[in-house]
């Protein structure tokens, strides 16, 4: 027996000591077993006294713990906790719990027990206890499953389930999962029912997107999935624990705010926390291609040291999903109803990466991290740091159609562009964690960020009209040089009081940030008369700085009061103060000289805005059942200066954010949840300054001065009902989001084909989605399916030319997902199908509508003599349009064959092939307002690679 176990029946002690004990232990069990409230006094007196007698002659130690309902998180009273000897399950100690659910048991001679809780109505629990050089085992939180709510997914198989249910986590014994020694810890989780990884390290698990994963509780170089799941190995792993975990809130409280983010926690083996493990591969191909990494990892108790580092030009980077999200957002702030103020996000993007695409083109990537983690005093204080280095030098080519939709008339464009760039980020993450006491904690996160990066592009474009007459044509080149250094840093101290749900948290957060850019562009663009011939020149050789600064501080409090035990209020207030200066200068040629200012395409801005924000919430908390209504309201004050033109602009909004939240569960596998809420949107300063930019001559963004806040509702409907033996699983997800006073685009082209964007509020914006999937496990064949349909309509307003003109585009898709995973055999089958259909008021008679189609088959099988095979194919098909009548269908096909040496297999060498058929075309394809773009861009294409990988684990 190992680790906690939850047994179905009222007679589990004697399941326990019949199955699993020495039966001649088992004689004593039977009266306290049918009735331990009621065992008689002579038993107990005798036990005791036994149990005292030879306890004093040796080292003593204490368990201690709290015994809590998992469905309410409610103390339970009066429970029995049992002790058992764990050589032959003779009963030692046995004691009830207190009101509060908290018990103590002392005065054992041995730390090596097995514990044993019982209440009515509920499965049993218990759990073998380990050696300890400690002489007090805290065993913190025991939750206890009332048995009117066990899944039939909750049995015990042998000595240990492969799955079971630990209170509100779904726990997978990884040993009972096999996979490929050496394996990373992405090949266990697509093992496990109702998981499913993609290619990107993308995890989703019960139909619903994983946002972490931690490991034993902590983040591991991140808590973004795909990093650690591709740099952690599965041999070390032994539990995967799944849980919609808890807002930070609403686990501090207590009090259930219906917010719930799904969470993967790995859980080490306990000889892999006291040695260490290095896996090493070095791999060469054809092409100049290489791949090499090495992770390492050493574990002394709580303390963690780990450290990885990838080289690569195969375009494996192991740049998490997340992270790539975070790569191209912008740095603009948002607001954060929960806490009051703004939120501002941590992008990059801007000038920094201008004209940077990591996933485009023949990469060279250079990656690393280190992790250090450890605990103190009984875990009340944690330290947790992480250090990740991404560098990566990047050349690409493109060619671009793209087919501009006018009242009027319409345009093609075609481009192609060749460039290089490089990007070099450190980033630096500190989290430490500070106990006081039982009621109060303090929590410091800092993060530290730089970035330098580097662009050179030369662009050539040639546009035609409906006639395919000439309009225009251009030649551009452009380098830029940029870095960005930021700095964040938040304090949080919580304070709970004796009354359950009286709470208190205050936090304080800093920013500090500094950007700058220089760079060239030299720009010929010519514009054709109705007879073809240039009518028109136009010449652009400028030299362009960017300087751009941030300091924002923001400050929180939020208290908790209970009105009654399952009615709760809480009121929070926000203060945000955020200043940016922005400095842009534009310099025409004079001579071999830039020294003449281009007013037009220059400014000296300082932006400032002070946020004052304050809301009620109130929260119904019931077994099955939490609701969540209330509103947030801010005052917002803007100030924008004009220094060059000495001129300042001031606004004020007043921002409301009603919300509203129902969750009803039935089971731990069964939930609805439903989610509304409304939100205030300003205008950024982008889009408000009125300052010209024409990096691309052709296509030039202006400021409106004038624009209004939008205001966004949200609605969100999911549902799951998930069954583990089966593997039967539905899904069901609807979103909505409607707009007034949507900031939208007027888009002016003119004759020449020159489009100029400006910002402007429309009214009728919304956009509506669908997802469903229904999933079931063939017995028989041993088979997993899954399949569903998802749609999507979007109604977007603009004006083009002066015009209005509304879009409607809708997206059709259905995907069916096979699998088959078992130790000699795994395959996977994923055939995929889209349709859209796009149209424009203003024009009618132009209806972009076409298919595509992604379908992926995975194979992989064990050979004799520790021989592998495997084998990828994704092939992509999509339909010709009158405009996009090239063929670019492609297959891209991978397979190895691999030979592992040694007893436990440590080594590997593997022969592969990448892009068998060599047919790996980059390809993307958007609609988006009276626009639609066809890219196609250069990839690697077919190499061999010959490599070997080596593992290496030492442990006590």
Known sequence: MKGAVIYENANSVKQIAKTHFNPRSVGILPKFTDEPCLMPKRYLSLLTFLCLSLSAFSQQFKISGTVLDTSENKPLENAVVSVLRSTDSVLLKFIRTKADGTFSVSGLSSSKNIILITYPGYADYAELLKDSSTEEISLGSIPLTPKSELLEAVIVKQQIAAIRMKGDTLEFKADSFAVRPGAAVDELLKRLPGITVNRSGEITAHGQKVNKVLVDGEEFFSDDPAVVIKNLQADAVENVQLFDKKSDQAEFTGIDDGKRSKTINLTLKEDKKKGYFVRAKVGGGTNGTFDNDIMTNAFKGSKKIAAFGIMSNTGREDLGWRENEQFGEGNNAEFDEENGGLNWSSGDREDVTQGLNIEQGLPKAWTAGLHFSNKWHGDKEKLNTNYRFYKNNQRASSQTISQYILPDTQFFNTSSRRAFSSYQRHFAKGIYDLKFDSLSSMKLTVNGNSIDAENASQMTSAALNADSARVNSNERSSNTQASKNSFTANALWRKKFK????????????????????????????????????????????????????????????????????????????????????????????????????????????????????????????????????????????????????????????????????????????????????????????????????????????????????????????????????????????????????????ITTDAGGKTTYQSINVDGNYFLNFNGSYGWKMKKLNINLDFGPSVSYAKNSNTLNGLQNINYSTNYGFNIYISRWTEKLNFMVRPNIGYTFAKSTLRADVVTKYFTSENEVRFWTKLPHKFEFSTDLTANFRQKTDVFAGNLNATKWDAYISKKFFEKEKLELRLSVFDILDQNIGFNRTTNSNVITQNSYQNLRRYWMLSLQFNLSKSP
């Open 499 to 746: 009354t359950k749900g009286r709470t208190l948290s205050v936090s304080f957060d800093q920013q500090l940030s500094e950007q700058t850019s220089d760079g060239f562009l030299n720009s010929n663009t010519n514009y054709f008369d109705a007879n073809g011939q240039v009518d028109s020149l136009e010449l652009i050789d400028q030299k362009k700085n960017y300087r751009q600064n941030v300091v924002g501080v923001r400050s929180s409090v939020v208290y908790t009061e209970p009105l009654s035990k399952s009615i709760f209020m809480s009121v929070n207030y926000g203060y945000t103060y955020r200043k940016t200066e922005s400095f842009r200068t534009t310099l025409n040629k004079t001579g071999n000289v830039y020294d003449k200012r281009d007013s037009s395409l220059s400014n000296d801005f300082k932006f400032k805005y002070n946020i004052q924000s304050g809301g009620v919430d109130f929260k119904y908390n019931k077994k099955k059942f939490t609701a969540t209504i209330g509103s947030g309201i801010n005052y917002s004050m803007y100030q924008q200066s004009d220094l060059l033109a000495d001129t300042a602009q001031r606004y004020s909004f007043v921002n409301y954010f009603p919300k509203m939240m129902i969750r009803w569960s039935p089971t731990q596998q069964r939930a609805l949840n439903f989610n509304y809420n409304g939100r205030n949107n300003p205008p950024t300063l982008e889009q408000l300054q009125p300052v010209r930019e024409n990096t691309d001559p052709l296509n030039i963004r202006i400021g409106n001065p004038d624009l209004r806040q939008e205001f966004t509702h949200t609605l969100n409907l999911f549902f799951y009902d998930f069954k583990i033996l089966s593997n039967r699983g539905i899904f069901l997800s609807t979103n909505a989001t409607f707009q007034d006073n949507a900031i939208s685009q007027a």
